[in-house]
Nanobody, 127 residues
């Protein structure tokens, strides 16, 4: 059974940092891509970032480029999302998700499609 456990959310002031973790189990981690989505109240769900556990390919939403960094510790089967220079608009519930085929490429750009989802962790940025 695929399980994804997100943690690390909290309350932080604008300009601060948080690191989210997504601990995975129940599947061959190296074959998958793991990513993060977020959803704020009254807003549509937004893909934030994704990383291939096999080759480290990554993709970021334009809204977080240069501020967020995704990384993978395959030995620990954990993906991290380092969030720096946080803004009030980053406030949302953050979810991690798994792509069982490890992502793909379209027109030279890496992408992920998710089949499995974990529970969310709340990130609140005060301005």
């Amino acid at each position: 059974e695929v399980q994804l456990q997100a943690s690390g959310g909290g309350l932080v002031q604008a300009g601060g940092s948080l690191r989210l973790s997504c601990a995975a189990s129940g599947f061959t981690f190296d074959d998958y891509a793991i990513g993060w989505f977020r959803q704020a109240p009254g807003k549509e769900r937004e893909g934030v970032s994704c990383i291939s556990a096999s080759d480290g390919s990554t993709i970021y939403a334009d809204s977080v480029k240069g501020r967020f960094t995704i990384s993978s510790d395959n030995a620990k089967k954990t993906v991290y999302l380092q969030m720096n220079s946080l803004k009030a608009e980053d406030t949302a519930v953050y979810y991690c998700a798994a792509d069982p085929v490890g992502g793909g490429y379209y027109n030279g750009s890496y992408y992920c499609q998710y089949d499995f989802w974990g529970q969310g962790t709340q990130v609140t940025v005060s301005s």
